[in-house]
């Protein structure tokens, strides 16, 4: 069975400082997608990162970042220099490669940034 | 492009009542599913299809009934709603192919069961 794991459940940071958002996923496949997805006080989710198993290349998207680590099961987001708009609870998510219908979420990480 | 609708975006219902939250996407999405989402315990899938005609449970089927008529839309029937169904509920959508397509979510519906 997939499962994922954010154990971090709430972090608040000051404005501008560096925060790391930490995933570790466990499943018996050996290809397999990750996701993140951001879900603003607003509600809606956000579509942020999708990682497949076979691509271990790091990837940075401005202030963001993701380092996946196939040894350590761990796929963690990384925001640099945050804003008041990172605020936010943010979902890891794992599925199997052939089909959607196995997305399965982590609990979420609720960050919040203090100005 | 509209992409994922739902209806409406917040219910009260009593015990026992049954009621059905609309889904619908025009982006010719064959993938279509929906979630809950339950404060400390993520988004969990209840249902979801492969194109019209063909569905299947997720990992909270109980007490949800799904159909797929046509490839845009994709309702959820709760068929004697009770306390432990009050959740926010997504309805996603994605291109199938070999490989997984990023989920796009509707604005979610916020269900109260009293």
């Known amino acids: 069975a997939q499962k994922v794991t954010q154990a971090q459940t709430e972090i608040s940071v000051v404005e501008k400082e560096d925060v790391t958002l930490d995933c570790v996923y466990e499943?018996?496949?050996?290809?397999?997608?990750l996701f993140w997805y951001k879900q603003p006080p607003s509600g809606e989710l956000v579509f942020l990162i999708r990682r497949n198993s076979f691509d271990e290349q790091n990837e940075i998207s401005g202030r963001y970042s993701w380092n996946f680590q196939k040894s350590t099961s761990s796929f963690n987001f990384t925001i640099t220099a945050s804003q008041v708009v990172d605020s936010a609870v943010y979902f890891c998510?794992?599925?199997?490669?052939?089909?959607?219908?196995?997305?399965?979420f982590g609990t979420g990480t609720r960050l919040t940034i203090i100005p | 492009n509209a992409g994922v609708t739902q209806t409406p975006k917040f219910q009260v219902l009593k015990t026992g009542q049954s009621m059905t939250l609309q889904c619908a996407q025009d982006m010719n999405h064959e993938y279509m599913s929906w979630y809950r989402q339950d404060p400390g315990m993520g988004l969990r899938l209840i249902h979801y299809?492969?194109?019209?005609?063909?569905?299947d449970q997720g990992e909270v089927p109980n007490g949800y009934n799904v159909s797929r008529s046509t490839t845009e839309d994709f309702p959820l029937r709760l068929l004697s709603a009770a306390p432990s169904q009050t959740s926010v509920y997504f309805c996603?959508?994605?291109?199938?192919?070999?490989?997984?397509?990023?989920?796009?979510f509707g604005p979610g519906t916020r269900l109260t069961v009293t």
């Open positions: 998510a794992l599925s199997e490669a052939f089909g959607n219908e196995k997305l399965t």
């Open positions: 499943t018996r496949d050996t290809t397999y997608y």
């Open positions: 299809s492969v194109g019209a005609g063909i569905t």
């Open positions: 996603a959508s994605s291109p199938v192919s070999g490989g997984s397509y990023e989920q796009y």
